[in-house]
């Protein structure tokens, strides 16, 4: 059993993992069953007239579809606009746990940050995910504005 600061720490972890692998394209969704599939696990079928590989759903057979942020976007719980005085995005919070530990993703710390009590733990982002993130949350803030 971990303690409750090393379980907070591996969650920070596998979120950032999780946008990392969003990021670099890796995860891949089945507009059929809704699963999230990771490219490694996906059927390729070569194209015939070589013009690139189709990645199938192992479930269904369904042609997948890669995750994309805004996909993301649509699953968290909340999130925050940090608008500079121009009216602009300049930087995203978004909430991905909140009851039992509170999760935040934040671009401009750029990094997934955990509190559960007294505890905090931290897991780096790099730039293209937090410039991703913030594209994605940018087309958000043009909609509701
Ligand atoms: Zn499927």
């Given at each position: 059993?971990?303690?409750?600061?090393?379980?907070l720490q591996s969650s920070c972890k596998g979120i950032a993992e999780f946008?990392?692998?969003?990021?670099d394209g890796n995860v891949l969704i089945c507009p059929e069953?809704?699963?999230?599939?990771?490219?490694?696990?996906?059927?390729?079928?070569?194209?015939?007239d070589?013009?690139?590989?189709?990645?199938?759903c192992p479930e269904c057979g369904a042609e997948l579809r890669q995750k994309e942020m805004s996909d993301?976007?649509?699953?968290v719980l909340d999130f925050n606009f940090v608008i500079n005085r121009q009216g602009e995005l300049k930087d995203s919070?978004?909430?991905?746990?909140?009851?039992g530990p509170n999760i935040w993703v934040k671009t401009d710390g750029r990094g997934v940050y955990g509190y559960w009590g007294a505890d905090e733990a931290y897991a780096g982002?790099?730039?293209e995910v937090c410039s991703q993130i913030n594209d994605a949350m940018e087309e958000i803030y043009e909609c509701i504005k």
């Amino acid at each position: 059993m971990g303690s409750t600061k090393e379980e907070l720490q591996s969650s920070c972890k596998g979120i950032a993992e999780f946008l990392e692998n969003i990021a670099d394209g890796n995860v891949l969704i089945c507009p059929e069953c809704e699963n999230e599939i990771n490219k490694e696990d996906s059927i390729i079928e070569d194209d015939e007239d070589d013009v690139g590989s189709t990645k199938l759903c192992p479930e269904c057979g369904a042609e997948l579809r890669q995750k994309e942020m805004s996909d993301w976007l649509t699953d968290v719980l909340d999130f925050n606009f940090v608008i500079n005085r121009q009216g602009e995005l300049k930087d995203s919070e978004i909430c991905v746990g909140f009851g039992g530990p509170n999760i935040w993703v934040k671009t401009d710390g750029r990094g997934v940050y955990g509190y559960w009590g007294a505890d905090e733990a931290y897991a780096g982002l790099t730039g293209e995910v937090c410039s991703q993130i913030n594209d994605a949350m940018e087309e958000i803030y043009e909609c509701i504005k």
